[in-house]
């Protein structure tokens, strides 16, 4: 067993296919299924159940997988280690985040990063706090940006804040609340209202809020992207709660002050395991002290 059939089998447990895995990997589809039979008949098991439709993991796949891609991530850990020891940041970097951060210009960190790291990958996705915090615990993200209600500490990740700030109206300039100064939660209580999905943390500050000032309003939109709110903001078919500095950034859309609004915290977090070097460079750019807390 090598690591090259193990980098075989995962991309075709990936792209569920013999002939993309090959292209992926760049060889010819005949090298390849041989690497993987050669692989099968080592462990007396068979990976994949192939048909001349499609290609899927048996049981003993499914149990192969997790082990193969630890060794594989070993092993790139292993190079990004002996080259750090030499002066050289290698390897991989992937980093989350929520589409709504604005404590830091990531762009701008990421193009610093590559400029002073250029041997490093970088791979960066998008998602929900909670999904975000999930893969930073189970390896697949090094760090990631949360934007979550003040009480939320994610759990199994170490993680610090990076600011804090209270949410606005987000309105069409048709909107009555258009012309006001500011507004109050009672004041917006019988507004419809365009939000993410119930009981994310991204919901969750503005229906906190509205639940300690003992008020209910109405969410007839639920989104999983900031771009379709807005989108139906502008189409007057509801409100937006959302962070100032973010919102400020839409275009044709307008910001009400809301002065008992909710207050959304962003956090920064990485895994507790002892960072990569390209991590630990990474974490250091934002300013953040990796070493493991005192007991």
Known sequence: MDLQQMRYVLAVAETSSFTRAAGRCHV???ALSHQVARLEKELGARLFERTSRRVRLTAAGEAFLPA??????AAERARAEVAAATGEIRGELTVGSIPTVTAVDLPAVLRDYRRRYPQVRISLRTGSSERLVEHVRDGRLDA???GVPPGFRPRGVRDRELAHGRHVAVVDPGHPLAEEHDVDLRQLVDEVFVDFAAGSAARAQSDEAFAAAGLRREVAFEVSGVELMARMVRHGLG??????TFAAELHGLLSVPVTDGPVRVERLIWSRITPSP?????????????SPPEA
Do not use: H, N, W
Not at 68 to 73: H, I, K
Not at 239 to 244: C, K, N, V
Not at 282 to 288: D, I
């Open 28 to 30: 010819v589809q005949s």
């Open 278 to 290: 390209a991590a630990s460079a990474f974490l250091a750019l934002l300013g953040t002290d990796t």
């Open 144 to 146: 990631a940006f949360l």
């Open 239 to 244: 409100i937006a709660l959302l962070p100032a």
């Open 68 to 73: 193969a891609r630890q060794a594989l991530e």
